[in-house]
């Protein structure tokens, strides 16, 4: 398998909003993380970092020169790589430990990061799959069910929507009906145990929660973004196959 640069290693485009989607495209789509760039007035948010495979501040301009607050949406490891390149850091309580000492066993590294089989091209470096490790990046700021996160201009609510993780959130926006969802809801195969029932019905309450939220756009954990209809009709398909 090819060889991947560092310049190569991630992709940026505006998507309005004064937001900045930025990927890794030799990262196949169903393990691709999207990273989330907010311009704020006194700072800016970056919603996820990606695997950490490659520095994401060397390699991306946009995020060098302005105050930054790195939110975790929760602790997987394709969401939290890069989460120590930034001084101030934010996740849920309930996630903070493992933000503070990842594991592969705790970022679910261990199940999925076992072969370069998630892969086009390999990172850059001595990449080994089974060698692979978070780096630790102890949160600044806990970010439980009803704070906010500033920016000077603009207002994002934290709501708690556990289900995918138990500290898993998403960020909204209500004065531009703006979802920062994570993994909680996207438009591609949504990940959950099955067989566990409590973590099931965490995620029904979670998706109950955002059916009807006036939403304009949805930006997700993974796959493009979306609006407000295809946001109810991946829920309503959810709640009708688990909401018994």
């Given at each position: 398998m090819q060889i991947a640069t560092p310049e190569t290693?991630?992709?940026?485009h505006s998507v309005g909003d004064d937001v900045t989607w930025i990927y890794e495209p030799h990262v196949k789509e169903y393990y691709r993380c999207n990273v989330w760039h907010v311009r704020g007035r006194d700072r800016d948010l970056l919603i996820d970092s990606g695997m950490g495979v490659v520095s994401l501040r060397?390699?991306?301009?946009?995020?060098?020169?302005?105050?930054?607050?790195?939110?975790a949406s929760h602790t997987h490891f394709d969401h939290i790589g890069n989460h120590h390149e930034f001084v101030e850091r934010a996740v849920h309580p309930d996630e903070a430990e493992i933000l503070a000492?990842?594991?592969?066993?705790?970022?679910?590294a261990e199940k999925y990061v076992t072969s370069d089989h998630f892969?086009?091209?390999?990172?850059?470096g001595d990449?080994?799959?089974?060698?692979?490790?978070i780096q630790p990046a102890p949160?600044?700021?806990?970010?439980?069910?009803?704070?906010?996160?500033?920016?000077?201009?603009?207002?994002?609510?934290?709501?708690?929507?556990?289900?995918h993780s138990p500290?898993?959130?998403?960020?909204?926006?209500?004065a531009r009906e703006i979802l920062f969802a994570?993994?909680?809801?996207?438009?591609?195969?949504?990940a959950y145990d099955e067989d566990n029932a409590a973590e099931m019905r965490q995620y029904v309450s979670s998706m109950k929660r955002l059916l009807d939220l006036p939403v304009r756009v949805v930006h997700g954990g993974h796959y493009p973004s979306f609006g407000q209809e295809r946001m109810r009709n991946i829920i309503r398909e959810f709640l009708g196959a688990f909401d018994r």
């Open positions: 290693w991630y992709e940026s060397e390699q991306i301009p946009l995020l060098s020169g302005r105050p930054i607050l790195a939110v000492h990842p594991t592969r066993a705790a970022t679910v892969l086009t091209q390999l990172p850059p990449w080994q799959a089974l060698r692979y490790e949160p600044t700021h806990l970010l439980p069910e009803g704070s906010t996160v500033e920016t000077g201009d603009r207002s994002f609510e934290v709501f708690h929507l556990p289900g500290g898993s959130i998403a960020l909204y926006e209500r994570g993994d909680v809801v996207y438009d591609g195969p949504l």
